[in-house]
């Protein structure tokens, strides 16, 4: 603990170090290191000078953004730090450059990479999104954007109570990680904005998304490649494309996504509500032991849907045939209201076909009236009340 004092007033000599000796715990407070909550100031270098205090300290350390409005550009928090219990604490907000050409060249806003125990707790993300939102529907030369906040190869995350704002592009990316627990999240974007998907996992490991509000344009939360053991449980998704298993099989060596629960979801007009989805070619990828456990659907349009054939555009899907093998799903108390006649779709592969698919307990309607399924190469069988009545 002295060390990371003496490091620290090495530097900065007007410091603001605040030791609780019962906790042990190291209090960096980004004031201290220059930042400005009046939300003109620029406060990249201090938020940069705080993190590098925070990571070269042994001690559990908080990185404390009182209220305000904290002006940040683009920032890399790096890893190896020397300790591995690392808290940002966040009264305030923190908002991107209003020129969205300024993050827009930037892959990520807020990334952090190889690191180890730290947690985001509170605070506000406002990644002014919508100038850049409207110069792609202006069909104009438009930069891609930049993901908000994202963790690569990193372990024992923690996001608890954060609320993202209008995210140029995704709002939270998983990447690469393992033990990560998101809880009491708040995504919010217009519904008709691209490709800004809430909470975007891949290559992951033990995740953990709960008690969470995603309303945004794109996917609530997807999940590519390499995701295993993902726990989704009481997420309220909508507007926006519902929960999404792919795009997968883009490559031929992908890896495949296995063990997923999502339980007690909410869909509220959503695009789609539980969805796979697989590029229709060749690929060594595979979907297997997902369960979809308890949602309701509000207002869906595509409820439940398998699309093997997916290919946009009709572009580099030779074939048109999906190697992605999609086995052991079982979808158990779904209930609610399709606005399209075709509420359970299983659009599968002609060369895979779509195995252990299971329903149990489902019950959905369009608006008022009957609804139908579509199968097309699947295998697998309907337990207990299943409305529309099963083509399985
Ligand atoms: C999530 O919310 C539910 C219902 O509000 C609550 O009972 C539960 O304790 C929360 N979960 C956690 C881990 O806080
Ligand atoms: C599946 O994932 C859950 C966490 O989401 C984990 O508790 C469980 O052990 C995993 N099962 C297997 C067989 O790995
Ligand atoms: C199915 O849902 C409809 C509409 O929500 C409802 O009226 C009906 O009672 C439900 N059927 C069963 C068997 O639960």
């Known amino acids: 603990m002295v060390k990371c004092f003496i490091f620290i007033n090495i530097f900065f000599l007007a410091l603001y170090v605040t030791f609780h000796s019962s906790s042990a715990i190291t209090n960096y407070n980004v004031l201290s290191f220059g930042a400005k909550g009046n939300g003109v100031t620029d406060s990249t270098q201090a938020f940069i000078k705080a993190w590098a205090a925070a990571c070269a300290c042994t001690e559990s350390t908080t990185i404390y953004v009182p209220k305000g409005r904290y002006l940040l550009g683009s920032i890399a928090f790096k890893g190896d730090c020397r300790g591995s219990d690392i808290t940002f604490r966040i009264d305030g907000t923190l ?61 024992n995350i923690r996001i608890n109570g954060l609320i993202s704002l209008k995210s140029q592009m995704y709002h939270i990316v998983i990447n690469g990680c393992q033990d990560v627990h998101i809880e009491g999240v ?3 974007a217009a519904g008709d904005s691209p490709n800004t998907d809430g909470i975007h996992v891949q290559l992951s490991r033990n995740v953990m998304i709960m008690n969470s509000s995603i309303k945004t344009g794109d996917d609530c939360i997807s999940i590519g ?15 926006g494309h519902g929960i999404s298993i792919g795009s997968l099989g883009k490559d031929m060596e992908e890896e495949g ?3 997923v629960t999502v339980k007690k979801t909410v869909f509220t007009g959503t ?21 979809f456990i308890g949602a309701i659907m509000q207002n869906v349009q595509n409820p439940i849907v398998i699309d093997q054939n997916y290919c946009p555009h009709n572009l580099n899907c030779p074939g048109q045939v999906s190697g992605v093998k999609i086995s052991d799903v079982m979808y158990q108390g779904i209930r609610g209201i399709s606005t399209s006649p ?15 698919i299971r329903l149990q307990n489902v019950n959905l309607t369009y608006l008022n009236q009957v609804a139908q399924s579509s199968c097309t190469n699947v295998i697998g069988k309907a337990l207990g009340l299943v409305k529309p009545s099963s083509c399985l």
């Open 257 to 259: 996504v296995q063990n």
């Open 186 to 188: 708040k995504v919010i």
């Open 95 to 155: 908002v991107a450059p209003a020129d969205y050409r300024v993050l827009g060249q930037a892959d990520t806003w807020l990334g952090f990479e190889g690191v180890s125990g730290v947690s985001i707790t509170g605070g506000a993300l406002d990644a002014k999104g919508s100038s850049l939102w409207a110069c792609k529907a202006s069909g104009n030369n438009c930069p891609n954007g930049a993901t908000t906040l994202s963790f690569t190869n990193s372990n």
């Open 225 to 239: 490649p390499g995701t295993r053991n993902l726990w989704i449980e009481r997420v309220n998704c909508g507007p």
């Open 342 to 356: 075709i509420a359970i779709k299983f659009d599968c592969s002609t060369k895979n076909p779509c195995k252990g």
């Open 271 to 291: 695009q789609n509500g539980l969805r796979i989805k697989s590029w229709g070619r060749a690929s060594r990828g595979f979907v297997q032991g997902i369960r």
